[in-house]
């Protein structure tokens, strides 16, 4: 095979946020603000919304939006649900969850491991749609929170059609108890109009060399409503 262009996770991104035009990124499982620093070092300069409902975290990511007027922040867990929830905290915050954390996961991750339950306030994010998407024209949602994607999704199902991508960590087998699989969330975009568009591995098992999650990329098939 010839050699040809491979980009990183930032520089795809950047390209991508560029290509079509983003004006909002919505950061859903925000943690402590990382993926979003990334977008700004890659040179994004649109809005950004972040989602993070674990208290310490949280505290982090509020003080690194502090000083960017365009990078909004709220104390909340998004789902197709609304009222309360139970997290999962993990030794690694990174690696919380609403569901419990299944055996390969914990063997390929070890602190992943649960070191206490916190409880969190939980919402749709199509009820926010309105205020959270204000005029923005292109929209990009990201989604990392550890087996609740496709809970979010459901939550998110009506914003969909204004949505342009949808970035979405996703599971190739169960790391999660009961959270969803791969073609689970292929299927529910797909039904959307999304089509998968890049690939990243994210989480490999280090006895096997199985991979056990990826970052997918979804882009819409057709323009996004406004």
């Known amino acids: 095979m010839l050699p040809g262009v491979r980009f990183g996770p930032a520089e795809r991104r ?49 003080a690194a939006a502090a000083e960017d007027e365009t990078w909004d922040c709220w104390q909340l867990a998004l789902g197709r649900g609304r009222g309360t929830a139970h997290v999962n905290v993990s030794e690694d915050t990174r690696n919380s969850s609403l569901l419990p954390v299944g055996e390969r996961h914990l063997r390929a991750v070890p602190d992943s491991r649960t070191l206490d339950v916190e409880t969190v306030s939980m919402g749709r994010l199509d009820t926010m749609w309105p205020e959270i998407a204000r005029d923005a024209r292109r929209p990009y949602l990201k989604i990392d929170t550890q087996g609740y994607e496709l809970e979010v999704l459901h939550g998110t199902e009506r914003a969909l059609g204004a949505i342009s991508l949808v970035e979405a960590e996703l599971s190739l087998i169960p790391v999660y108890d009961a959270g969803p ?25 280090p006895e096997t060399g199985e991979m056990l999650q990826t970052d997918c990329i979804f882009r819409r098939r057709s323009a996004p409503a406004r």
């Open 14 to 62: 950047a390209r991508l946020l560029t290509t079509h035009q983003v004006d909002l990124v919505i950061d859903v499982g925000a943690n402590s603000g990382q993926y979003a620093t990334a977008l700004r070092q890659a040179g994004y300069r649109g809005r950004i919304v972040s989602f993070e409902p674990l208290r310490e975290p949280y505290a982090c990511l509020a």
């Open 181 to 205: 699989l791969f073609d689970d969330v292929v299927r529910f975009l797909d039904k959307h109009d999304f089509a998968p568009i890049a690939f990243e591995g994210v989480l490999d098992d």
